[in-house]
């Protein structure tokens, strides 16, 4: 079954780029999706179709999608990103997660 | 605005049944699909599948195969997600979420608040 993977944690300074990868097999021939989850909450859709923002999400999230890893990019950093983050996309009709990131900004 | 609401929290006992409704206001129900995704206390999401609500077309996680059930009712704009011969390890956080239509791309952007199933004798 196909599998992605993500590092567990990641660490970031206020006002820095923060970058999550998420690999998996040929991942570049995918849709890549991402999700931000905050303790308690839903989680809330940051980047999908690689590299698209839905409405509401803030600029400074962006991610792409090339070989065999997808990147969410979080620039300028802020208190408020800190979250657990999902990378997903579907393959063979089904849907695959990361095990997720956890970041940190301190 | 778009938004689902999900049923309350349940308590099963083991080899039970839940069944978990998700309704859906504020966008037209058969645009989309509905996904089901769970959480494990302290774990990571896992997709469970998902129903095109205009024409019932399921997927499902091999996994979950032969023992969860996703129908809809579009006339009250909801989804239902059966699981059977609950275990222990079915205790979870269950979301349901709105999915594009295009199963390819995958986008959940509409999540409910969740329905805690507990699975305890």
């Known amino acids: 079954s196909y599998e992605l993977t993500q590092p567990p944690s990641v660490s970031v300074s206020p006002g820095q780029t923060a970058s999550i990868t998420c690999s998996g097999d040929k991942l570049g021939d995918k849709y890549a999706s991402w999700y931000q989850q905050k303790p308690g909450q839903s989680p809330v859709l940051v980047i999908y179709?690689?590299?698209k923002r839905p409405s509401g999400v803030p600029e400074r999230f962006s991610g792409s999608n090339s070989g065999n890893t997808a990147t969410l990019t979080i620039s300028g950093t802020q208190a408020m990103d800190e979250a657990d983050y999902y990378c997903?996309?579907?393959?063979?009709?089904?849907?695959?997660f990361g095990g997720g990131t956890k970041l940190t900004v301190l | 605005q778009a938004q689902l609401v999900q049923s309350g929290a349940e308590v099963k006992k083991p080899g039970a049944s839940v069944k978990v409704f998700c309704r859906a206001s504020?966008?037209?129900?058969?645009?989309?699909?509905v996904t089901w995704v769970r959480q494990a206390p302290g774990q990571g999401l896992e997709w469970m599948g998902w129903i095109i609500a205009y024409n019932g077309h399921t997927d499902c996680a091999r996994k979950f195969q032969g023992r969860v059930t996703m129908t809809t009712d579009t006339s009250m704009s909801t989804a239902y997600m059966e699981l059977r011969s609950l275990g222990s390890d079915d205790t979870a956080l269950y979301y349901c979420a709105r999915a594009d239509i295009v199963a390819t791309i995958a986008a959940f952007d509409i999540w409910g608040q969740g329905t805690m199933v507990t699975v305890s004798s």
């Open positions: 179709q690689n590299t």
């Open positions: 997903q996309a579907w393959d063979s009709s089904s849907v695959v």
């Open positions: 504020g966008y037209t129900f058969t645009d989309y699909g």
